[in-house]
């Protein structure tokens, strides 16, 4: 959970470039590449390269397209909630959640700075073989089609990810993950975490 | 018949208070293997390795220039025009007597109303952020939306669509609190009552027959659940007979079983079989015990299919034919079924649409439109997912993939190439 004061800084600074953004006369039906300055305010929490450095803020590069796609029209639908993305996502256009997709999609993913418990990750790795995680998100990882990348992931967000699946507060575009994630314990998930985040 | 019981549900198994307790309990949990996602389990340990996975559809808009109209091929003198489209993830399809089409989706949470005025399709949309809005039926001017944790009425909804009104009427519905197979297909039957069919909250596994793995019926005011047919894995469409009154539905067989099936199946509720057992989770398609679920006789009272309807096929969306347009000979009091097209096999198969024709109590299956699917390469640029009859006899077919209706026709001349 963000603490208070940073949730609402967040939310003031959220608003107050939505309105920016919704108030600059752009054209952005048919964009075909993402406008500077929406990256730069993307880049502001998910890093300018999409490797975010912002604690419990997801990285974006590499990520599939189809997955960024549909994450974004979740936040856009308020099927996934997030007060720090909904004003972002509110009134996005598909063609705009195309353009972002395909821009983070291309962006080669770093590794996070976070610390990493060895002995931790070590033990992720065998959980992450008996879960199968791989048969979806790929033998290393790196996600296709509607299901993310895990590989470099930051490991606050990835412990954060997994507990809202398992809470059921949050859905992919369906239910497997909270399937997956039925009655995994806190440190099966940080195991998780710190094992996928140090995935090449 | 037998009435519907909510009072001490089997529910381990089910995701939603599985995720509840385990959010509550999990803390301190000794760390176990967990069960593997409902989709995937059955899953033999030889297949461990399969990457096999769900197709999603994409929740955006597609370009109508980006749909392969003319890939998609019907018998001669048949012809495909698209009649609506721009709404991601149209999937079950509910005409009003005004003339509007209500369509329901899946994870995009919407309903669209789509009007045609002077041969242009204008669509609305009606409802938003709603859990897998599938179950849409019609009416006396009424549309009933049943999604997975709620069921809306909206009254007088033709007349009301830039301003819906929607009444909650999940309390009276009564739904049960699971989320895997557990979308809705809804349609109201010549008796008056609304009819919902719900899945089994898993791929394969003992359910508790009274709450899962079934279709129902209640009156409209949501009093008098019956049970209307058992053991059914997960039925997304259905209706009647034009003549027998009798429900006739498809039924999705078990993943994870190999690429031969067991195949999916059109089932029929003779009228003296109602409440009637159709084998899941022990017996499949055409007497097929179950290779992990198993009881001794496995399919003894077991109705078996009136047809079966191809491996991992995802057959769905179904509807009789009564219209005047099309051969009369071919079609009319059969059958026209969607099949979205699998996701469990190595090889794709289905991704068409058939027709179901009927002799009594068993069906022959014909193609009627493909070319979604491109059995060459394997790849597949369009879901049929539930047809629907138009007053002028013309069929509607919903592409969930692209969010495209299209109107098939009998024009009775073959065009020349």
């Not at chain 2, 944790?149 to 609190?177: C, H, M, N, V, Y």
């Not at chain 2, 096999?345 to 979604?372: C, E, S």
Request: hydrophobic share 40%; net charge positive.
């Amino acid at each position: 959970m963000l603490d208070c004061m940073r949730r609402r800084r967040l939310q003031a600074f959220a608003l107050a470039i939505a309105a920016a953004l919704s108030a600059a006369p752009t054209s952005l039906a048919r964009a075909a590449e993402v406008p500077q300055e929406r990256l730069q305010l993307c880049g502001t929490c998910h890093g300018e390269n999409g490797n975010s450095k912002m604690e419990k803020m997801p990285s974006l590069a590499g990520q599939p397209e189809l997955f960024l796609t549909n994450q974004l029209i979740l936040f856009r639908e308020r099927l996934r909630k997030s007060e720090a993305m909904e004003p972002f996502a509110k009134g996005l256009t598909d063609a705009e959640i195309l353009a972002l997709a395909a821009h983070y999609a291309k962006l080669t993913p770093e590794p996070s700075p976070e610390p990493v418990d060895q002995a931790l990750a070590a033990r992720g790795a065998e959980l992450a073989r008996k879960m199968f995680c791989g048969s979806c998100h790929l033998p290393d990882y790196v996600g296709r089609e509607q299901m993310p990348r895990l590989a470099r992931q930051r490991i606050d967000y990835t412990i954060e990810s997994l507990i809202a699946y398992r809470a059921g507060t949050r859905y992919g575009v369906d239910t497997s993950m909270n399937g997956v994630m039925y009655e995994v314990s806190d440190q099966d998930i940080r195991a998780l975490a710190h094992f996928l985040a140090t995935v090449r | 018949m037998q009435s519907v019981r909510f009072s001490a549900p089997k529910l381990a198994a089910g995701i939603g208070l599985g995720a509840l307790l385990a959010a509550t309990a999990a803390f301190e949990l000794q760390a176990q293997t967990p069960p593997p996602p409902a989709w995937k389990q059955g899953m033999p340990p030889s297949m461990a390795d399969s990457k096999l996975a769900p197709h999603a559809s994409p929740m955006t808009v597609t370009p109508l220039d980006k749909i392969q109209l003319s890939k998609l091929k019907v018998p001669a003198g048949f012809k495909v025009e698209v009649w609506a489209h721009g709404m991601p993830g149209a999937r079950m399809m509910a005409r009003g007597d005004k003339g509007t089409l209500f369509i329901g989706t899946r994870v995009i949470g919407k309903v669209y109303a789509v009007t045609d005025k002077d041969g242009k399709r204008e669509h609305k949309v009606i409802a938003e952020g709603l859990q897998q809005p599938n179950g849409i039926a019609f009416k006396s001017g009424n549309l009933y939306v049943i999604a997975i944790d709620k069921a809306l009425r909206f009254d007088g909804i033709e007349d009301k669509l830039d301003a819906p009104q929607p009444t909650d009427i999940s309390e009276a519905i009564k739904l049960p609190p699971s989320t895997h197979h557990n979308w809705k297909f809804a349609a109201i039957g010549p008796d008056n009552k609304l009819y919902i069919s719900i899945g089994s909250p898993c791929n394969v596994c003992e359910i508790n027959t009274g709450m899962h793995g079934l279709i129902r019926r209640q009156n409209l005011d949501g009093s008098n659940i019956e049970i209307v047919a058992r053991g059914v894995r997960n039925s997304v469409g259905f209706d009647w007979h034009p003549q027998t009154k009798e429900l006739w539905f498809t039924d999705n067989g078990r993943d994870w079983a190999g690429d031969a099936g067991p195949e999916e199946e059109l089932n029929r509720v003779a009228a003296n079989n109602v409440g009637g057992f159709f084998g899941f989770p022990y017996c499949h398609a055409n007497g097929i015990p179950d290779p992990d679920i198993k009881r001794p006789n496995a399919c003894a009272g077991v109705t078996l299919p009136a047809a079966t309807l191809g491996p991992h096929a995802a057959a769905l969306g179904m509807r009789f034919y009564t219209g005047n347009m099309f051969p009369a000979a071919e079609y009319k009091n059969n059958a026209i079924i969607a099949r979205r097209g699998s996701w469990n096999r190595t090889k794709k198969f289905g991704y068409d649409v058939v027709l179901a024709k009927i002799n009594g109590a068993k069906a022959t299956i014909t193609p009627f439109m493909t070319g979604f699917l491109d059995p060459q390469t394997d790849a597949f640029w369009g879901r049929p997912v539930d047809v629907m009859q138009m007053p002028d006899g013309a069929m509607l077919v919903s592409d969930e993939q692209n969010g495209a209706i299209y109107r098939v026709s009998y024009t009775g001349k073959v065009a020349s190439q």
